[in-house]
């Protein structure tokens, strides 16, 4: 997804997740005496503490540091009207620049790893009845972020979560705050909660973002939770179902099976649609792919869809079965209903190897889209991997033993999917189905879509095999800068499982 900043702040390095935790005092917090509970202020009523430094913080400009303690909540109702009752985000004191009518910079030296990236994490909230707060932080050298806010119309304090990631290039980081340029009244911005700990995105972030240089790489840990089984996500099982001649025996085991396949999966997974689309070849009187159904949960309507199902053609051995996977991957959401935070799942079953891109009796260009074009070609296999990767769809492909090995070659080809086999009459359809979803679990493939820029440099390792249930996995994701755009939005995915979408800004 293109996206142009109109601005960018200058920095190294920033990494914003939201969703944020209130408290920076965890055990790994590098920071010391973070949330400024150090010393503890004696007194009721918003107590007040000026001191040239404080326990793990020093001045650089000002005359005095003021930590400040919020008011007893019960003492609060007997103060008169307009006071300032602000309230620490963490703990019970937070910092107030802008003492004694000078702004403030404070500082804290920390000793870090050259090279490794941490996650910054603070808390700003304007004074109450002021309009003019700043709130200026740097890292070493690099100006990470410049914030206003106004404070006009709050009684108490409000306050708003900030995390960046910054990398160290050094064994010492100064890590800094001021408000340099707000008005020097004794009314300065509070600042609260600051915590600094190694970078690790979690895969369910409901976003991050992430700010590169032209000249430097941005790594970027992402930690994926392995669900604790194959029905532990809703599912979206779109069969698509081969019925050229050879599947005609095959239809009367297909029809009685469907009733249990549906009751087996819902056991599995209660929340699971069913959906069901059809193809067969390109030779006249043929089609290379149907939708007979969109994913549904109403099950007698897939029952009676398959139960319409009639088999013919297939003059020739390759079948459509690739051109019927794109279309699977195009149609997803417009067309075929397909959920957001779901496991979607594909199931391609066939007995017949399957036509790509240049294969008999060629045509134009396959163009990728949800138009099936008179005079197209069948798509690449490199095509229908994009498409696939963009819908988050998983493709299990149901083969005879015949094809079982061409099928594990595409699976390979597009770098996910399953393959089991199938018995010549369809008859084990329920247990390699069951089978499938438990292998497509433990298997994982993550890749990077919407990257219109090229901002993704390598993801490693990029797929997991054999993965426990219920376990976590990290992929490290090494972002740099293309020479292209000045922002986009990429979308970090687990196939199967789920998405961190990215928001890459360039600092140029």
Do not use: H
């Given at each position: 997804m293109k996206r142009i900043l109109p601005w960018v702040m200058s920095v190294l390095l920033a990494f914003t997740c939201l969703n944020i935790s209130p408290s920076s005092a965890a055990a790994d917090n590098l920071v010391v005496n973070g949330s400024f509970e150090e010393p503890v202020l004696n007194g009721d009523y918003g107590t007040v503490d000026f001191q040239p430094s404080f326990k793990g913080w020093d001045l650089s400009k000002g005359y005095l540091?003021?930590?400040?303690?919020?008011?007893?909540?019960?003492?609060?109702?007997?103060?008169?009207?307009?006071?300032?009752?602000?309230?620490?985000?963490?703990?019970?004191?937070?910092?107030?620049?802008?003492?004694?009518?000078?702004?403030?910079?404070i500082y804290q030296d920390i000793t870090t790893e050259a090279g490794q990236t941490y996650e910054l994490t603070f808390s700003f909230s304007p004074r109450p009845y002021v309009s003019d707060n700043k709130l200026n932080v740097k890292w070493g050298d690099t100006e990470i972020v410049k914030l206003e806010a106004s404070g006009e119309g709050l009684s108490q304090s409000n306050w708003q979560d900030y995390s960046y990631g910054v990398q160290a290039d050094s064994s010492t980081t100064r890590l800094s705050f001021d408000n340099i340029g707000e008005f020097p009244d004794s009314k300065g911005s509070y600042v609260d909660a600051i915590g600094l700990e190694p970078l690790v995105c979690k895969l369910g972030d409901e976003k991050c973002q992430i700010i590169i240089t032209p000249d430097e790489k941005f790594l970027l840990p992402v930690t994926i939770p392995i669900p604790e089984d194959s029905g532990t996500l809703p599912l979206d099982l779109m069969l698509t179902q081969d019925v050229t001649g050879s599947y005609r025996d095959d239809l009367p085991v297909l029809r009685a099976l469907?009733?249990?396949?549906?009751?087996?999966?819902?056991?599995?997974?209660?929340?699971?649609?069913?959906?069901?689309?059809?193809?067969?070849?390109?030779?006249?009187?043929?089609?290379?792919?149907?939708?007979?159904?969109?994913?549904?949960?109403?099950?007698?309507?897939?029952?009676?869809?398959?139960?319409?199902?009639?088999?013919?053609?297939?003059?020739?051995?390759?079948?459509?079965?690739?051109?019927?996977?794109?279309?699977?991957?195009?149609?997803?959401?417009?067309?075929?209903?397909?959920?957001?935070?779901?496991?979607?799942?594909?199931?391609?079953?066939?007995?017949?190897?399957?036509?790509?891109?240049?294969?008999?009796?060629?045509?134009?260009?396959?163009?990728?889209?949800?138009?099936?074009?008179?005079?197209?070609?069948?798509?690449s296999v490199p095509q229908v991997k994009q498409a696939i990767n963009e819908a988050n769809v998983v493709p299990i492909f149901l083969a005879t033993t015949n094809v079982v090995s061409t099928y594990n070659d595409l699976v390979s080809q597009l770098g996910v999917g399953a393959v089991v086999e199938l018995e010549a009459d369809s008859s084990n359809l329920i247990e390699a189905l069951k089978e499938a979803l438990e292998v497509i679990n433990q298997n994982l493939t993550i890749v990077a879509v919407n990257d219109d820029y090229g901002y993704v440099e390598s993801i490693e390792p990029d797929r997991f095999e054999d993965v426990a249930p219920g376990s976590e996995v990290t992929t490290n994701i090494t972002f740099k800068y293309s020479g292209l755009g000045t922002g986009d939005e990429v979308t970090i995915r687990a196939l199967g499982i789920g998405d961190l979408v990215v928001d890459v800004q360039v600092s140029l």
């Open positions: 540091m003021e930590i400040d303690r919020e008011t007893r909540e019960d003492l609060i109702p007997y103060l008169p009207p307009e006071s300032v009752i602000p309230k620490a985000k963490d703990g019970k004191q937070y910092v107030q620049l802008d003492s004694i009518q000078q702004v403030t910079q469907i009733p249990d396949l549906v009751e087996e999966l819902r056991a599995l997974q209660p929340d699971t649609t069913f959906g069901l689309a059809t193809f067969q070849d390109n030779n006249p009187g043929e089609y290379v792919y149907r939708t007979e159904l969109p994913l549904t949960t109403d099950s007698a309507a897939f029952e009676a869809a398959v139960d319409k199902l009639t088999a013919n053609g297939g003059c020739d051995y390759p079948e459509s079965s690739l051109t019927a996977l794109m279309q699977v991957a195009v149609r997803a959401e417009s067309e075929l209903n397909f959920r957001q935070n779901t496991r979607r799942v594909a199931i391609v079953s066939t007995d017949a190897t399957y036509k790509k891109a240049g294969d008999p009796p060629g045509g134009t260009p396959n163009n990728g889209d949800a138009v099936l074009d008179p005079g197209e070609d069948f798509p």
